[in-house]
């Protein structure tokens, strides 16, 4: 798998003060680039810009640009739409090598969620979920991760509305099977002096990668982790899940408990609902029991419609006496509101394509 060469949206605020260093630029000027890069989320590098010294303007025009060490991520948007409620966006994204990715923005009151995408397309084979059915194609770098962050401040200051607020990790791609690039790119999003995504505001989802769960506890990363899990019976999650057959679920329910002894953090748990697949009272409360031990909430999301996948959304009925269930058995849970599902921005909705119209 090749990845396009490096930009400067690759690299975190110390490794930038490396390069200038290296380069005899003293690394302050690092901080100047930084804001322009990350807190403003220009979409260019104009060097008349007053906060840009000499050394600095040196370097960006020696090694910034086209052919040069750093190149400079700016997704070109293919599509722009938004659902008919105004409350969700979704931008088509294409990459600088021709690659395409879906960026979701989730409005709230007060509020903006960005939904960013770590892989384009995925290799876990959901088989609910379009961008599974489509394959693999490769890993993001964290500076494309990146972009897409900055794509969705800049979107909302156009519109005149404040920043986002959250980041989940849950588009296009599972991320700790790119979990190098992902620790990088949240590093830079959350820091103080660019996006200033405060760790708290940010949410990792895995389908279940059990090395990668781990890793986060040893390495106590700070951002909240979600886990799709979806069933707790082996055949039934194999059959939704096919990559997961590597992770068996009590291997995965012990890295849950690993990760919260670890860390002292809550896990939040993904359960989409299938009607007659996993949506009855009955695997509510051995949901319950498998998470024993484990300080976890659960989310509840009806499944949304995906061409090619024959599950149906449950009723509200059904849908509600499985989070009562559960609610009985001493676990908060949520059942979710379905959202952007007439632009198809809705879980498991992304594509990665321009489809008629957008
Ligand atoms: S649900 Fe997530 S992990 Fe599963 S195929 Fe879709 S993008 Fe990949």
Redesign the pocket.
Known sequence: MILPPATLHDLTLPALERELEAADVRPVHAKALWRVLHREAAARLDLDRPEFLPPLRRWIAETVGEGKRWGFDLPEPVADLKSTDGQTRKFLLRLGDGETVETVIMGYPGRSTACV?T?AG?????T??????GGFRRHLRPGEIVAQVLHCQRALRAGGEPGLRNLVL?????PLQNADAVLAALEIVSSRAGVNLGPGHITL???GVVPGILRMARENWPYSLAV?LHSVREEERRAL?P?TRRWPVAELLAACRTYGELTGRRIFVEWTLIAGVNDTPEEARELAQALAGINAHVNLIPLNPVAGYEGEVPGHAAAQAFKVALQQAGFPATLRQRRGIDIAAG??Q?KGKVEGGC
């Open positions: 995408s892989q995925c290799a876990m084979g959901c609910f979920c379009a961008t599974g059915r849950m588009g296009m791609g599972e989802s895995t389908v799709s899940i990559a879980c498991g992304l």
